[in-house]
């Protein structure tokens, strides 16, 4: 799946950085899965919060507290209906600072489980 990696980061409209965000929220969670399927958690595991996964996952605690931040910074202004050109402009950074933040977890996850598939000794060449 792609990421944002293959378009600018600077997006012509807070719409474009929106869609682009959806979108990297559902690779990222596909790579998660991925993770979690490598160290044998089972599916119910996947709604687990994102920090918790990202941690199995073995990401630094560094990403992890600023992916924290920044989710907590789009639940603080998805609960106010405000439509200054200050809110707004709040909005426009975050979807940038989350394209940014994703685009380095999704590398990093793609990254460890391409690591991880490379050193697994496929089930057919097990010494019976």
Known sequence: MPSNQENPIESPTPTLGLLY????????GAE???ADEAIGRPNWAHRDPV?????????GTQKVED???WEGTVSALISSNSRDEDHL?????????????????????????QQRRATETPPSNLAA
Do not use: P, W
């Not at 965000?21 to 990222?28: K, P, W």
């Not at 920090?51 to 990401?59: E, I, P, Q, Y």
């Not at 979807?95 to 990254?111: C, F, P, Q, S």
């Open 21 to 28: 965000l959806m979108r990297d929220l559902e690779v990222l």
């Open 51 to 59: 920090t918790d996964r990202l941690t199995r996952a073995g990401v």
């Open 32 to 34: 998660l899965q991925v």
């Open 89 to 113: 402009a709040k909005i426009a950074s975050a979807e940038k600072a989350g394209l940014t933040l994703l685009a380095g977890l999704i590398g990093e996850l793609r990254n460890r489980n």
């Open 67 to 69: 992916f924290s931040a």
